[in-house]
């Protein structure tokens, strides 16, 4: 696609719930990668991908967090049991390599209620 | 692991005037530094890079200085505009070779909001 592309862009759920936020990088690129920004500050890094292969999933916070990305492309991060502190913004992002320019999606806001 | 510090995170300034935002991170190793700037309720978009084996990169009024030395970046804005209103990120990569599945990893500071008066 044009751009990387997040979906859905706001999600509201209550406390205990699972969510999937789901993200289309621009196509071709090789590394996906996974932020969560907290209002008022930088993105924080989660996981990334290099294709289909997780690489490092050393920012994901604790074990209800997962992430995949089957096909090389279309990623999915999930958000298990959901607690209050998990509202953020979470922005994925794509690079054309391994040491590419990363081009950031929109973003999902997540809220937790 | 890499800790990146920017500073301030508020400025204004008055149109026309320049502005600095500054950063140090503390991984030597580092070697790719960008600056991201974020409107109101938009992506942060890449507005300059540099890479360490250059100290000074420019592009039209933006600017970016590098000290390796010392391990500190620079953000210089010249001529600002009302538009160039957001908040700007910066950003310190851990090199491939020290990542798990050898990408770069950026690391990003806190942020500072510029506002630039008319």
């Known amino acids: 696609g044009a751009g990387v592309s997040q979906s859905p862009r706001y999600k509201v759920t209550k406390r205990g719930q699972d969510v999937a936020l789901r993200c289309d990088p621009i196509?071709?690129?090789?590394?996906l990668y996974w932020y969560r920004q907290a209002l008022g500050q930088g993105p924080e890094f989660l996981t990334y991908f290099n294709y289909e292969a997780q690489q490092d999933k050393s920012g994901l916070p604790n074990d209800r967090f997962s992430a995949e990305r089957p096909e090389g492309s279309i990623s999915t991060l999930t958000i298990q049991r959901t607690e209050q502190r998990d509202s953020a913004m979470y922005r994925c992002a794509s690079s054309p390599g391994i040491s590419g320019v990363l081009t950031f999606g929109a973003g999902s806001r997540l809220t937790v209620l | 692991g890499e800790n990146v510090e920017q500073h301030p995170s508020t400025l204004s300034v008055q149109e026309g005037d320049s502005a600095v935002i500054k950063c140090t991170y503390s991984d030597s190793a580092s070697n790719y530094f960008p600056w991201y700037k974020q409107e109101l309720g938009k992506r942060p978009q890449l507005i300059i890079d540099i890479r360490s084996n250059v100290g000074e990169k420019k592009d039209q009024r933006i600017a970016v200085t590098l000290n390796k030395t010392a391990k500190h970046f620079s953000l210089h804005i010249t001529e600002t505009q009302p538009e160039d209103s957001a908040v700007y990120f910066c950003?310190?990569?851990?090199?491939?070779?020290?990542?798990?599945?050898?990408?770069?990893?950026?690391?990003f500071g806190k942020g500072t909001k510029l506002t630039v008066n008319p």
């Open positions: 196509s071709g690129h090789v590394s």
């Open positions: 950003a310190a990569s851990i090199p491939r070779w020290k990542t798990q599945g050898g990408s770069e990893k950026l690391v």
